[in-house]
Each structure stands twice: as structure tokens, then as C-alpha cells.
């Protein structure tokens, strides 16, 4: 039996796949964002300023300024755990955003963020923010997006779009 | 209504199970049909689940609140359709829908005209409906109740968890989350559902011939109806999807790479690719390895989607509970993929075509390009998906992508996609001669050359964004021609109507191209203002000017507290259009909802959203964006789908083999063939 080179074939595939596999790279490298909460954010403050980031929190009620004006909105978040289940540990979602507003010694950091202000925009709601750190600490948040976990949370089914 | 749903839920269940074990004697002493027995088993379960199901609805319907599910999903105040089909708004429930989908499934392969299941088959089909239904059964049960300890503990079980414990039937429900009280919403999770469940079939089918060392011959023209039916239920859910994001979230976005929009499309991608490859294997014998693995692909990307979507895997720095069926599901997922991959080792060698690719321009390597970027945009999608995972494992912290990863690395990908589209109907259609190409090409040049001077005039001046729409309106035009080619021949409604496979197909590809042009028009010539305004105030937005009359509040309804600005829409002077954009206010839930109010013409959308307001004050901030193009997304999506069913619609013609046997035509039949003689026609010329 004649053993069939698929020249034309190999060819054309690795045409594909380096140039896949390129696009891949450069995409990958560009467009990274780390998630963090705000302990580790600390902890690494120096190298990560600038970088794209994507955080955790939960909000503290008397912190959030906002000009309808000009649509700033800043507002101060404490460290909540990025893992589920040390979440699950500490006694469900809205447990462990209400502690952590009320605990003085958890870490902070403030945000700040150009746009309307969100409904959910209150104390003891979770708000998960993409952005990055400035050289004054600040976070600068390109994207904010807020929870409110539901009371029930813990002994009801989830509903979808929660 | 709880005994009457939970036992034949368990009935259905037993059922199932009892047609499993009596399958496997009956493989293990080598019968591959099915028992009578075993098939009516089968339908008894269907029958059981139904009635499960439907005592669920009404449990739903009458608000029974002593059940868990209904007190998650319904209160008083909702319309009794979204009671209705809160079924698929919570966890529980589409859960148990969707094993129902599954067992639909099930029902009419054995009972369709054309039987498609051997025992095998019929195994594997009763094994992924067992799995489901034990999710449902053991960890998220539909059918569990509230019940109150004596300490005064609310707690949700089946069965009294306590001695003293009561049935509590006075939680007020919480209501479906108002974000899904859409058109699109509502039905998009069946029709998604059915499409996923539909492609548990021809995977079926696919398992048993390589088990039995068939060659994957006869997938085609036994599975062909059930993957159309899929994908077609697919697009038409993916493209409901998006019109609710864009109608409901407010933010006018129609997709977002999030990882559960992601996933829905990774089977379209996959499925996509192997409607096409299929067309080569009915005609040529060839790609058999490639279509098998296609087929197998898909319904473990659908499982996969499952798990990502409900398990919260991939989520978890959005925080989404992750739930306990995450485990379950992730092994039987792996344990889907890994026996596929095992199979098509197995029976690699024996499925061999002894395809070669002779020219670089022929129309199978045209039909691999097209495969391989489908598939390339979905290896885009997977390492999207699965790069936070790896880089939580290995670096402790997880790395994730923003959606401009997608954006650009998907970009050329789905570019030369649509470039293909536009260039291959030219390869098979004139081709005879390279000049006669020129000639047949000429015309579709010179009509969308024509196309951009209006498109210079009102939408854009980029020139990036003119070459894109160029190619597109090139595609599009080509596709009229093709259908209207025929035109002048005598007969020719007839004649169109029997080829409908054909002129589907050109249907769908044409609705292809128009999303095209509305994705191009959100995602290169839209743009968006926001302005703080008091009454009177006006704010221009290109060749329109939004001026804010007032503001104003009802309390009509009794879940929440509508607030609206009225906005009154100027274009040269002359007043368009009042538009009407509010925030309905969930008071009990705490949560807002925005109703953004739209100007909609061929030409684009005008698109305005209450951002903030103040009565007290009285201001409001509006955000107004001009989305060119958009609705020709959704005429797209239509005709895509309304080509596809009407491709699908033609019924299987008799016709003969090579070897002069009767065989089952397939509907696309003509259409291979047509493309074949053209092709063969252009393959000759040097």
C-alpha cells in the first residue's frame, strides 16, 4: 500500500494553528486580568499598580459620595474571602458581607468610578469591580457591578440570573 | 399535589431504571434491538415525569407555599403566565425540566417515524436521563418542603427533618426575579432546553456505532433531522438571549462573553461545523473521523455548558453559591469526554476516508477552512473559559480575562468566516472559466460598491468599518442572486419550492451576513452620550436632540413603583417620537429594574435609559446611545431560523446508491449534488 504525504494538508493546518495560536498569545497577553480581594490587592499593592484588576467587596453604607452632575461616585469596601467555600464556612453570602461591614479591622480600600450610580449601590451589598489601582491607592473601577444576596439564600433553590 | 408530583416523579424515575437494567441483560447476551418491553417502560416514565411535572406547575399556579421551589419563585402578585413558567427561573426547576426535555427526547426517538435507537443507543440516552433525574432526585429536589422546627428553624426538606417539625406554609414568596419577567426570557430556556436535549440523540447514535465498529455511514442519514432540529431550537434560543439583554439589561448590550452566554454558543459552533462537513460525507464518503467527533463533541459541550451554567464552576469570583451538584456534574461530564475520546481512538483507524487535499481552493479544503475557524473560535471560547482555572491552580491567583480578550482574538476569526461566506457560493455557482468568474462576479462587486454610498453618507466614514460592511453586503448580495438565479426558468415557484433545502440553506447564510451587519453596526458606528438634565433642557446625539419634558411615578402595580421620564425625541426640527424610559422599583427584593424605551427603524435604534433620578430635585440623568444596524440582528436571526426550518421541512426523498439499492435520500440531497457538479466544474479549470 502506497503511504499517502498530505502535503497540502499539513501545510494548511499548521498555517492554522500557528496563526491561532498566535492570535491566542497576543490576545492573552493583553486583555489579563488578575482577581483578587482586597487583602491580596494590599499585600502586592507596589507591582500591581496599573494592572487590570477585578476585585471583591463589600460596600460601606456612610462612605459613598456621588455627584449626579458629573457622575462621580466613590465609595469604601472591606475585605470579603474570594474562595466559596470559606464562605460557605462562615455561615452563607449575606453573613459574611453584613460581618464584614461591621468589622473595623477588615482591610479597605477605596473606589472610585465615573457613571451612573447603580441601584444596588448600598450598604452591605457586595460590589465586584474591574479596574486598577492608582499611585495614590485608589481603585479606579472601569466596571462595577453590585449584589445583593437574598435572605433565603441559605435555605432556598438559587434562581437564575442571581 | 406534593405526593401526588413526588411519587410519579419517583415512578418515572424507578421506570427508567427498570429499562436500564433489563437493556444491559439484554446487550450482555448480545440482542442489539430493543425490548418492546423496555421501549413501553420507557414511555411509562415519560408519562409519570409529566404528570410529576405538571403537578409541579400547579403547585406553581395555586401557590402552594408549603413547597421550597414555589416559595423561591412565585408571590401573589405575578401573572399567572410567569408562575407558569417560573418551572425554568430557578435552579430546582429547570433542573427537573430539563431531565423532562431529556425523557421528550427519549419518547420521540422511539416513537418517530424513523427509528434511529438500537440498544445501545437507548442505553445511553437512559443513562444521561437517570442522571439527570437523580440530580433532581438527590440534590436539588423540586418537590422539597418548608418545613418549621419546634426551636422556630425554617428548613427545606422532603420529609419532616424532626419529630416535632411542621409543614410552614407561610414564608411569603420572594417572586421570580424581575430581570426574567421578559418574552424572551420566558421562552428562551425551553427552546435552548430542547435544542441541547435534541443533540443527546445523534451523540446516542454516534456511541453505538463506534461501540458496534460501524464506519459512521449511516449517522447522516439517521440523525440528520435531530441535529437541523437542534440547531435550529440552538440559534433561535442563542439569538432570543441576546434580544433580551439587549431589551432588558439595560445596558443595550447584546452579548458579553460572559462565561454563561459562552458556553451556549460553543455547541452552535461545534454543530455548525458538522452540518457542514456532513454534506461532504454524504457525497464524497469523507470526514467520517471528523463529523463522529463532531457529533460527539457537541453534547458533551452541552453537558459541559450544564455544568458551567448551574454548577458556578467557572464563576467563582462573581461569588454565585457553588452549588452541590458542581461534582456530579463535572464527573459525569469528564466521564462523557473521556469515554468519546476512548471510542474514537478505538475505531480511529478503521474510519480512515483516505481523504487527500489536492488543491488549496477545491471545495472540501473551502469546507475545512470554514470547519477549522468554527472550531478555532471555539478553542478561543474554552481557553477563555478554563484560563482562570488554570491560572488560579497554578499561580494561587486566578487570572481572568476582560471581554476585549474575546473580542479581538475572535474578531478575524469570525471576519474571515463571513468572507468565506461571501466568496464560496462564487466558487461553485459560475466558475466554468476564470473569466467567466470575473463576469459572474461583477455584478454582486458593483451592487454592494453601490450599497456604501449611502453608508457613507448616513452611518460612517471609517474606512475599516466600509471594507467590513463591503464584504458583507457583497455576501448578501450574492445570496439574493443564487436565489433569484432561477427565476427565469418556467416552473419556477415549483421548482423553488422543491429545492427549499437548497434555498434554506442560502437563507440561513444570508441571515449569517445581516447579523453580520448589526453586530458591526453596535460594535463600530454606535455611540452613546450621557447627560444630567432639568426640564427643558435639551442634549444632542448626532442628527437627533433628546429634550426632558418631566418626571413622574405610578403606583399601579402592586410589586413595584414605576418611575418614568418623559423625553421627547427631535430631528430637524420637528418632534419624532415621546419617549418614555423608566426604573421599575422591586421595593420587597430591593432591586431596580430599568425599562429603557427605543426608536427603532431599519436605520438603527435610538436608545434611551433612565440612568438616576431625583423628584425631589428634579433631575434626571439619561443615557442615550444611537446603535446603527441593530435590528437587522434580529431580521438575521429570523431568517436563519425560518431558513433553516425550511430547509429541514423538506421531507426524505427515495432515491437510489451507487449499488442501485433503495436508500432514504436525504433532503439536502439535490443540494450536494448541484454543489458537486458546479464545483467538480471549477475544480477543473487550471
Known amino acids: 500500500m502506497k503511504k499517502k504525504t498530505n502535503t497540502k494538508m499539513i501545510v494548511g493546518v499548521a498555517v492554522i494553528v500557528l496563526a491561532l495560536a498566535f492570535l491566542i498569545y497576543s490576545t492573552t497577553r493583553s486583555s489579563t486580568q488578575y482577581f483578587m480581594t482586597v487583602e491580596e490587592l494590599h499585600s502586592r499593592q507596589a507591582e500591581l499598580v496599573g494592572q487590570n484588576v477585578r476585585m471583591s467587596g463589600v460596600v460601606l453604607g456612610d462612605t ?78 472601569s466596571e462595577l457591578l453590585l449584589k445583593c444576596p437574598s435572605k433565603y439564600e441559605s435555605i432556598l433553590p438559587e434562581q437564575a440570573g442571581n | ?177 424581575p430581570l426574567l419577567r421578559h418574552f424572551g426570557m420566558i421562552i428562551h430556556p425551553p427552546i435552548l432546553y430542547l435544542g441541547f436535549g435534541f443533540f443527546l440523540i445523534p451523540f446516542a447514535v454516534a456511541v453505538s456505532q463506534l461501540l458496534c465498529g460501524e464506519n459512521g455511514e449511516g449517522l447522516l442519514g439517521q440523525t440528520r433531522t435531530w441535529l437541523l432540529t437542534a440547531w435550529i431550537l440552538l440559534s433561535a434560543g442563542i439569538a432570543l438571549g441576546s434580544w433580551w439583554s439587549y431589551d432588558v439589561l439595560g445596558w443595550g448590550g447584546y452579548w458579553a462573553w460572559d462565561p454563561v452566554e459562552t458556553v451556549s454558543l460553543l455547541p452552535w459552533l461545534s454543530s455548525t461545523a458538522l452540518l457542514h462537513s456532513l454534506l461532504l460525507q454524504k457525497q464524497k464518503h469523507i470526514f467520517r473521523r471528523f463529523n463522529l467527533l463532531l457529533v460527539l463533541l457537541t453534547y458533551v459541550l452541552v453537558v459541559f455548558g450544564i455544568l458551567i451554567t448551574r454548577a458556578g464552576l467557572l464563576n467563582s469570583v462573581h461569588a454565585f453559591g457553588e452549588s452541590n451538584i458542581s461534582i456530579p456534574l463535572t464527573i459525569f461530564t469528564s466521564a462523557l469526554f473521556v469515554l468519546s475520546v476512548v471510542l474514537l481512538l478505538w475505531r480511529w483507524k478503521s474510519l480512515g476516508t483516505g481523504w487527500e487535499m489536492n488543491s488549496f481552493i477545491s471545495r472540501d479544503a473551502l469546507f475545512l477552512y470554514t470547519n477549522m475557524l468554527l472550531l478555532a473560535i471555539l478553542i478561543v471560547c ?64 458593483l451592487f454592494s460598491a453601490a450599497a456604501l454610498i449611502p453608508a457613507y453618507l448616513y452611518l460612517t466614514q471609517s474606512w475599516v468599518a466600509l471594507i467590513a460592511l463591503f464584504i458583507v453586503m457583497w455576501g448578501l448580495v450574492n445570496m439574493v442572486l443564487l436565489t433569484l438565479r432561477d427565476a427565469s426558468k418556467s416552473r419556477f415557484f415549483a421548482r423553488w419550492w422543491d429545492r427549499r433545502a437548497r434555498y434554506g440553506a442560502y437563507f440561513v447564510h444570508a441571515g449569517i451576513l445581516l447579523i453580520a451587519l448589526g453586530i458591526m453596526g453596535m460594535e463600530a458606528l454606535s455611540s452613546t ?3 444630567f438634565m432639568v426640564p427643558g433642557d435639551k442634549m444632542p446625539m448626532g442628527q437627533y436632540e433628546i429634550e426632558f419634558v418631566d418626571i413622574r411615578q405610578e403606583y399601579d402595580n402592586p410589586e413595584y413603583l414605576t418611575t418614568e421620564a418623559n423625553l421627547v425625541l427631535w430631528k430637524d426640527g420637528e418632534i419624532l417620537k415621546e419617549m418614555h424610559p423608566g426604573q421599575d422599583l422591586y421595593e420587597n427584593r430591593g432591586q431596580y429594574i430599568s425599562t429603557p424605551d427605543k426608536h427603532s427603524t431599519l436605520r438603527g435604534d435610538v436608545y434611551t435609559l433612565l440612568l438616576d433620578y431625583s423628584l425631589m430635585m428634579g433631575y434626571v440623568t439619561i443615557q442615550v446611545a444611537d446603535n446603527p444596524l441593530v435590528n437587522f440582528m434580529w431580521l438575521g436571526a429570523l431568517l436563519m431560523v425560518l431558513g433553516a426550518a425550511l430547509a429541514a421541512s423538506r421531507a426524505p426523498v427515495l432515491g437510489l446508491n451507487d449499488a442501485g439499492e433503495t436508500i432514504v435520500l436525504d433532503d439536502t440531497e439535490e443540494l450536494y449534488e448541484e454543489v458537486l457538479v458546479l464545483s467538480q466544474q471549477s475544480e477543473e479549470q487550471p
Open chain 2, 382 to 445: 474554552l481557553w477563555g473559559l478554563f484560563y482562570p482555572l488554570v491560572t488560579g491552580e497554578l499561580t494561587g491567583t486566578q487570572q481572568g480575562f476582560t471581554r476585549d480578550f474575546y473580542d479581538q482574538a475572535t474578531a478575524p476569526l469570525f471576519l474571515l468566516l463571513i468572507f468565506l461566506m461571501a466568496f464560496c457560493p462564487l466558487i461553485g455557482w459560475s466558475a466554468a472559466a476564470i473569466k467567466k468568474l470575473g463576469k459572474a462576479a461583477l455584478l454582486p462587486l
Open chain 2, 1 to 177: 399535589m406534593f405526593y401526588l408530583g413526588f411519587v410519579t416523579f419517583v415512578g418515572a424515575f424507578v421506570t427508567a431504571l427498570i429499562a436500564l437494567v433489563l437493556t444491559l441483560a439484554r446487550l450482555a447476551r448480545k440482542e442489539r434491538t430493543i425490548s418492546p418491553l423496555s421501549s413501553l417502560l420507557a414511555k411509562v416514565s415519560f408519562g409519570l415525569h409529566t404528570v410529576s411535572i405538571l403537578s409541579l406547575l400547579l403547585m406553581q399556579l395555586t401557590q402552594d407555599y408549603s413547597n421550597a421551589y414555589v416559595v423561591s419563585v412565585i408571590n401573589p402578585a405575578m401573572p399567572d403566565i410567569l408562575k407558569a413558567t417560573a418551572l425554568w427561573g430557578g435552579m430546582a426547576g429547570s433542573l427537573f425540566f430539563w431531565s423532562w426535555v431529556v425523557n421528550l427526547c427519549l419518547l420521540i426517538a422511539l416513537t418517530g417515524r424513523r427509528k434511529v435507537l438500537d440498544g445501545w443507543s437507548f442505553l445511553i440516552v437512559l443513562v444521561n436521563l437517570l442522571f439527570f433525574a437523580s440530580l433532581s432526585m438527590f440534590v436539588e429536589n423540586p418537590f422539597n418542603r418548608v418545613w418549621a422546627t419546634v426551636e422556630d428553624k425554617i428548613v427545606s426538606a422532603l420529609f419532616s427533618p424532626a419529630a416535632d417539625a411542621r409543614l410552614y406554609g407561610s414564608l411569603d414568596g420572594i417572586g421570580l426575579n
Open chain 2, 529 to 531: 452620550v450621557e447627560g
Open chain 1, 64 to 141: 459613598i459620595t456621588y455627584d449626579p452632575k458629573t457622575l462621580d461616585i466613590s465609595f469604601v469596601v472591606a475585605q470579603i474571602p474570594g474562595d466559596h467555600k470559606m464562605i460557605e464556612e462562615m455561615g452563607g453570602m449575606s453573613k459574611v458581607l453584613a460581618d464584614a461591614a461591621a468589622d473595623p479591622l477588615a482591610e479597605r480600600i477605596t473606589i472610585h468610578y465615573t457613571g451612573a450610580k447603580p441601584d444596588l449601590l448600598k450598604h452591605e451589598s457586595q460590589a465586584i469591580v474591574s479596574g486598577s489601582l492608582d499611585e495614590e491607592g485608589v481603585f479606579q473601577a
